[in-house]
């Protein structure tokens, strides 16, 4: 029974040196700071295969260009092993802007600028309060609330400029009461 104990495992540790490829590993080549389709030409080289995780926005940089490699560059792996990377995104970041209606001018001037919109446009309407937001805009539409638009874009913002008065000419007479009112008794009942 011993003897074919020690065989067996024998067998098995020899399989798995076998199935793991235990020893057999290539070094991953350098691919940060390419563009995907010139590392994608490299990892295939090398009996990669990559796959695209993720995307950052970067004001600076180009566009597309790999941000992050994993695992790191050198590290020794398997033939067809994954590399996941990391890229710069092609596109502009989105921002939701809230819903700033009724707020006031400073309220809503600091969720703009803690949002990244430092360039915005104050114009001032007649309203009969001061320093109330009436809307805010974006290429001359009005934002509806959670619009997505470009960080740092130019945001227009319309304040209310207060002082307005109603016209007093308009009849506001209240009818009087007639003080003559009968309360039924089985009301209070």
């Known amino acids: 029974m011993a003897i074919i104990l020690v065989v067996v495992i024998a067998i098995t540790l020899f399989a798995l040196d076998l199935y793991t ?21 490299i990892l295939e080289g090398a009996n990669l295969e990559y796959e695209i995780i993720d ?22 792996v398997k033939k067809g092993r994954t590399i996941l990377l990391v890229i710069k995104a092609k596109g502009l970041q989105m921002i939701p802007v809230p819903e700033l209606k009724d707020f006031s001018f400073r309220q809503a001037e600091a969720q703009l600028n803690s949002l990244g919109f430092k360039n915005l446009v104050v114009q001032e309407v007649p309203s009969a309060y ?51 009112i009968e309360i039924e008794e089985s009301f209070f009942e």
């Open 55 to 76: 995307s950052l926005y970067q004001s600076e940089g180009v566009p597309g260009v790999i941000l992050e490699q994993i695992p790191k560059e050198e590290s020794n």
């Open 130 to 180: 001061a320093g109330i937001v009436v809307s805010v805009s974006y290429k001359g539409q009005e934002l509806t609330p959670n619009q997505k638009v470009p960080k740092g874009s130019s945001l227009k913002i319309t304040v209310g400029a207060g002082g307005q008065t109603f016209d007093d000419s308009i009849n506001t007479e209240i009818p009087a009461l007639s003080e003559d």
């Open 21 to 41: 490829k235990h020893g057999e590993s290539i070094k991953v080549p350098p691919v940060k700071g390419m563009q995907v389709e010139d590392a994608a030409k």
